[in-house]
């Protein structure tokens, strides 16, 4: 089974900038050919999709994070990659990396906070 780990995440001021990093310990090659996706989840929400990613590196985004957010993967490194440019308080959640159809198990993800 795939393992997931997210990292990255802390506390930052509004308007400031985070990187997250999501290391997938599946193979090369189903890494390099699986649709991506970054999720989040806000206190007493449900989790939400934030930004995917396909084999071929088309993106798309929730029109929320459009603009600010950019999602991008390494596949040498079998790593994805959430930069979070312009960050508000409604960003505020806990980020979470899997494949577009969740098929994998979770990680612990990692909390992003936006606060002054």
């Known amino acids: 089974q795939v393992q997931l780990v997210e990292s990255g995440g802390g506390l930052v001021q509004p308007g400031g900038s985070l990187r997250l990093s999501c290391v997938a310990s599946?193979?090369?090659?189903?890494?390099?050919?699986?649709?991506m996706a970054w999720y989040r989840q806000a206190p007493g929400k449900q989790r939400e999709l934030v930004a995917t990613i396909t084999n071929t590196r088309t993106t798309d985004y929730v029109d929320s994070v459009k603009g600010r957010f950019t999602i991008s993967k390494d596949n040498t490194k079998k790593t994805m990659y959430l930069q979070m440019d312009s960050l508000k308080p409604e960003d505020t959640a806990v980020y979470y990396c899997n494949n577009r159809y969740q098929t994998w198990n979770w990680g612990q993800g990692t909390q992003v906070t936006v606060s002054s």
């Open positions: 599946a193979s090369a090659s189903i890494f390099n050919v699986v649709s």
